[in-house]
């Protein structure tokens, strides 16, 4: 089991960015998956999280109305950022939780078993 997290770069402040993680098992469809994000001397933190079943979307309130998350039921989940501010700045991960529940999109990190590696993201003003 192994997660892959790319596209993050370097963004003006009000700009788009789309970062992208691949999984690779083979009952992709069948997880949770979640985005988390840890800006330099602080905590890691909730961004967003996608049920199984995609009827069941979670977001962070620093991000509502912002950034998107989404994922194709083959291997990928995405998350679409937009209107970036600098505080947006961070390393973000993906993650995937295993349970059975299709509905369920956790927002705690302890309910996730299998992270990415990250991808850096930096906002400038």
């Known amino acids: 089991v192994q997660l892959q997290a790319s596209g993050g770069g370097l963004v003006q402040a009000g700009g788009s960015l789309r970062v992208s993680c691949t999984f690779s098992?083979?009952?992709?469809?069948?997880?949770?998956m979640g985005w988390f994000r840890q800006a330099p001397g602080k905590e890691r933190e909730f961004v967003a999280a996608?049920?199984?079943?995609?009827?069941?979307i979670v977001y962070a309130d620093t991000v509502k109305g912002r950034f998107a998350i989404s994922r194709e039921n083959g291997e990928m989940v995405y998350l679409q950022m937009n209107n970036l501010k600098p505080e947006d700045t961070a390393t973000y991960y993906c993650?995937?939780?295993?349970?059975?529940?299709?509905?369920?999109?956790?927002?705690?990190?302890?309910?996730?078993?299998?992270w990415g590696q990250g991808t850096l993201v930096t906002v400038s003003s």
């Open positions: 993650a995937a939780a295993r349970s059975a529940r299709s509905d369920f999109a956790p927002k705690v990190s302890d309910d996730y078993d299998y």
């Open positions: 098992v083979r009952t992709f469809g069948s997880y949770p």
């Open positions: 996608i049920s199984p079943s995609g009827r069941r």
